[in-house]
């Protein structure tokens, strides 16, 4: 199988707090809405985004800003939702390798940043 992404993913256990919108990204206004707050796990982290292991349900499509740490230093990044769905839903490798996870949370949330960070294995 011939790899797609743009950019090589690590595996992490990096805690994150995260801001997104609820329903249809069509119909919300970002001007007068305001963000929901979750949490979760970031379990794979790459320079253009990240897959949480989460309890919330979020939609595809609304932006969501990722706060999390790396080392000593704090990241808020943005971006949107890319992909999302219950864990016991999804039969891929990824899925499996999650399993260990599921303590914080039932559900993954996979994000595209808006713009790619500065991240390698070494920070990790």
Known sequence: MV????????PSKIKTK???YSGNPDEIDYDISVPLKGKGVICDISRGG?????????????????NFKVGKTKRAVHGHIVRTGLLANNPTEVARRMAGFTTHGDA???VEFKEPIEISRDDL
């Open 108 to 110: 993954y949330v996979a």
């Open 18 to 20: 995260f801001s997104y």
């Open 3 to 10: 790899e797609k992404r743009r950019y090589p993913r690590y």
């Open 50 to 66: 990240v897959l949480i292991i989460t309890g919330e349900r979020v939609s595809v499509g609304v932006p969501a800003l990722m």
